[in-house]
C-alpha cells in the first residue's frame, strides 16, 4: 500500500474532491452560523413586538419577588409576635388650674 500524506492520495480526483468537501464543510458552518444569528434577531424583533419578557429578565424579577416575599413574611412574623404597647395620653392642663 503506498504511503499517504494527510489527505493525499495517488488519485488527484480523489485529492479536488477531499479539498471541495472540506471547502464545503465550512460553507456550510458558516451558513449555519449565520442561519442561526438571523432566526435569533428575527426572534427577538417578534418578542420585542409582543411585550414579551426574556428568561433571563423573568427569572432575575422572580428572584426579586420571592426575596421580597420573605422579607414582607418576616416583617408581619415580627409585628405579630410583639404587642402593641397601650400609650397613655395626660389630659393637658386648662388655664388657670
Do not use: C, H, W
Request: proline share 4%; hydrophobic share 45%; net charge positive.
Amino acid at each position: 500500500m503506498p504511503y499517504m500524506d494527510g489527505m493525499q492520495t495517488q488519485n488527484p480526483f480523489l485529492d479536488e474532491f477531499a479539498k471541495l468537501t472540506t471547502a464545503f464543510m465550512g460553507l456550510a458552518q458558516s451558513a449555519g452560523d449565520e442561519a442561526k444569528t438571523a432566526m435569533r434577531a428575527q426572534a427577538d424583533r417578534i418578542a420585542a413586538e409582543m411585550d414579551l419578557v426574556r428568561r433571563d429578565d423573568f427569572e432575575a424579577l422572580k428572584a426579586q419577588v420571592a426575596a421580597l416575599t420573605a422579607e414582607v413574611a418576616a416583617l408581619k412574623a415580627g409585628g405579630a409576635s410583639r404587642k402593641p404597647q397601650a400609650t397613655v395620653t395626660k389630659p393637658k392642663a386648662k388655664k388657670g388650674e
